[in-house]
């Protein structure tokens, strides 16, 4: 279970002070599928750097399965995200020195949750997942912008955490693509991940338990449905 209670986050920008969330109250249930949908600059990526700990936030509360991030410490976040979080950045974020398979090694080889062993055929795993079998040995620069987000993709997911977080993950998909990675994120959450995916796309013929939008760092409507 998520839980974020009167979490404000502001910025200096160069005209002032920007209020990029005020006074959210959100709950995510352990196990369901939350889609984010606003606008550019509607404060989506901050929601998700707050939940994932990267970002602190400034007075209220982050309560994740027990955890409360805003009490912990650099070390003892860090340690924490890398076990139970799986980031989708907006902009990937690949290590462009490191082949496609090394990226999706990098996160295990780091917080060594998955046995030494079985890492590389995990990574091969998830890289056939997001159809990319053939391209594993290939680097950031000679991939599309397609694959690299389908190698981000399969990164965040290295380490099987419980909660998944993507920044529109699909923003550079074909439809094709697209469908391939909300399968893939539909069985996740079959399998019981819990699932927060932002995007400004239309996703009114996708599945979630949950729908968000915010406007402005303000949280519009929360709907639950089953
Ligand atoms: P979204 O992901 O919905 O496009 P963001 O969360 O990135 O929105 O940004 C919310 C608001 O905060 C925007 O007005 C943006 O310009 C501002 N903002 C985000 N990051 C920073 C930053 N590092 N410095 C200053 N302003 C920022
Ligand atoms: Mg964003």
Same mark, same amino acid.
């Given at each position: 279970m998520i839980q974020l209670t009167k979490v404000n986050k502001t910025y200096q920008g160069l005209g002032g002070q920007v %209020?990029?969330? *005020?006074?959210t109250d959100l709950s995510i249930d352990q196990g369901a599928s939350t889609v984010i949908i606003g606008k550019s600059g509607s404060g989506k990526s901050t929601l998700l750097n707050i939940i994932s700990g990267i970002d602190r936030c400034e007075g209220g509360e982050v309560v994740i399965n027990g955890s409360k991030l805003h009490t912990m410490g650099e070390n003892e976040l860090a340690k924490w995200r890398g076990r139970n979080i799986g980031i989708v950045f907006q902009n990937f974020? #690949?290590?462009?020195? #490191?082949s496609a398979l090394d990226n999706v090694l990098f996160p295990m080889d780091l917080v060594q949750v998955i046995p030494a062993k079985a890492r590389k055929t995990r990574a091969q795993q998830l890289l056939s997942e997001v159809g990319l079998a053939a391209k594993m040995h290939k680097f950031p620069n000679e991939l599309s912008g397609g694959e690299i987000q389908r190698v981000a993709i399969a990164r965040a997911l290295a380490n099987d955490p419980p909660i998944i977080l993507a920044d529109e993950p699909t923003g550079n998909l074909d439809t094709q693509n697209s469908d391939r990675i909300y399968q893939l994120f539909e069985s996740l959450v079959q399998q019981g991940k819990t699932l927060v995916i932002v995007t %400004?796309?239309? *996703?009114? %013929?996708r599945n979630f338990n949950q729908v968000v939008t915010l406007q402005d760092g303000i949280i519009l409507h929360a709907t639950q449905s089953l």
């Amino acid at each position: 279970m998520i839980q974020l209670t009167k979490v404000n986050k502001t910025y200096q920008g160069l005209g002032g002070q920007v %209020h990029a969330l *005020i006074d959210t109250d959100l709950s995510i249930d352990q196990g369901a599928s939350t889609v984010i949908i606003g606008k550019s600059g509607s404060g989506k990526s901050t929601l998700l750097n707050i939940i994932s700990g990267i970002d602190r936030c400034e007075g209220g509360e982050v309560v994740i399965n027990g955890s409360k991030l805003h009490t912990m410490g650099e070390n003892e976040l860090a340690k924490w995200r890398g076990r139970n979080i799986g980031i989708v950045f907006q902009n990937f974020q #690949l290590m462009p020195t #490191l082949s496609a398979l090394d990226n999706v090694l990098f996160p295990m080889d780091l917080v060594q949750v998955i046995p030494a062993k079985a890492r590389k055929t995990r990574a091969q795993q998830l890289l056939s997942e997001v159809g990319l079998a053939a391209k594993m040995h290939k680097f950031p620069n000679e991939l599309s912008g397609g694959e690299i987000q389908r190698v981000a993709i399969a990164r965040a997911l290295a380490n099987d955490p419980p909660i998944i977080l993507a920044d529109e993950p699909t923003g550079n998909l074909d439809t094709q693509n697209s469908d391939r990675i909300y399968q893939l994120f539909e069985s996740l959450v079959q399998q019981g991940k819990t699932l927060v995916i932002v995007t %400004h796309e239309n *996703i009114s %013929h996708r599945n979630f338990n949950q729908v968000v939008t915010l406007q402005d760092g303000i949280i519009l409507h929360a709907t639950q449905s089953l």
